[in-house]
């Protein structure tokens, strides 16, 4: 799924050209390209097992990590400003997109 959405909203967000009179076409993001990489290596068997439970282990504490750089990196002052209203539409997002990954998991599992 990273594939064909990146692929997806990457052309819905591209300029297309509006601003400037030519036709832009949007960057891929290299991440994708290595995540497809890291998916393929993993599943050939050329890595052993205990090495790709250890990058495994090690992904999921550098996603920690840029979370919370991200999440310091929140400023305050400019939520304050946009009111009410944005942090309305958040926590309707949050609670859309957990109820509709609760209702997966418990179709599905």
Known sequence: MLVPMSVIL??????????SGEKKRAAFPMYVLYF??????AS?????????KLLGKTSSYLILMAM????????????????????????????????VSLGIVTVLF
């Open 10 to 19: 990457g052309s819905i967000f591209a300029d297309g050209g509006k601003n």
């Open 44 to 52: 050939t068997g050329l890595l052993p097992e205990n090495i790709i």
């Open 36 to 41: 497809i990489i890291a998916g393929i290596v």
């Open 68 to 99: 919370i750089a991200m999440g310091l990196m929140v400023n305050f002052a400019s939520l304050r400003a946009k009111g009410a209203k944005a942090l309305v539409m958040g926590a309707g997002l949050f609670a859309g997109i957990a109820a």
